[in-house]
């Protein structure tokens, strides 16, 4: 009941930005979207959240379509320490049943 | 200290042993979280403790697994009787719980168990 889309893996240039993608066409009115990273062998780190505004906080960048049924996460200057399984998910403030789908594996090459 | 802090970071244990795992969350985070990842798997909620309410024990697999919350902070989870397929990182995580800000779920490093 996967309730995101995201591609399987990309590829990006140290230095340069990173878009990540998120297909979520059957979110809910009261549904946030969350992305999360999971860096090989470590607990998933939190990186942004919207509900229908574009957000910006230090790690990244988070552009949601008007309607909201997709998203963009934006790493503005990828470093190679950003290589990880990227997470787009959607959850209503109260779910705390998380559930990951298999991500974006992003890997940031010198 | 700022984060979700978690012990042991690794723990090796005979099948059939006991082992304990421990979470303290984030300061003045109400709610506590207990998840489960299995190597290659996807992540699996097994407890949610919120303040003073009875915990939602629902996503624990079999009544080998516990967990309580002393004093609305540190949290104990219990494996009794470990078997092989108990292997897995277990991440602890916290949250305010606010709604007006999204209530934000915040994981620890995790705890990796291996049972042989």
């Known amino acids: 009941d996967a309730k995101t889309t995201q591609p399987t893996s990309m590829d990006c240039a140290e230095g340069r930005a990173a878009n990540l993608p998120c297909n979520h066409s059957t979110i809910s009115g009261n549904e946030y979207v969350y992305w999360y990273r999971q860096i090989h062998s470590q607990g998933p780190q939190y990186i942004i959240h919207?509900?229908?505004n574009n957000e910006t906080n230090e790690m990244a960048s988070l552009i949601i379509t008007e309607d909201r049924k997709s998203s963009t996460l934006i790493l503005p200057h990828a470093t190679l320490r950003d290589t990880a399984v990227y997470y787009c998910i959607v959850r209503v403030v109260n779910d705390y049943k998380l559930s990951f789908g298999a991500g974006t594996t992003v890997t940031v090459r010198a | 200290g700022a984060g979700v802090s978690q012990s042991p970071s690794n723990k090796v244990t005979e099948k059939g042993k006991d082992v304990e795992l421990r979470c303290d969350p984030i300061s003045g985070h109400t709610a506590l979280y207990w998840y489960r990842q299995s190597l290659g798997q996807g992540l699996e909620f097994l407890i949610y403790f919120q303040g003073n309410s009875a915990p939602d024990k629902s996503g624990l697999p079999s009544d080998r697994f516990s967990a309580e919350r002393t004093g609305g902070s540190v949290s104990t989870l219990t494996i009794q009787r470990t078997q092989q397929e108990d292997s897995a990182v277990y991440l602890c995580?916290?949250?305010?719980?606010?709604?007006?800000?999204?209530?934000?779920?915040?994981f620890g490093e995790g705890s990796w168990l291996t049972v042989v």
């Open positions: 919207g509900l229908k």
């Open positions: 995580a916290s949250s305010l719980a606010s709604r007006g800000q999204g209530n934000t779920i915040y």
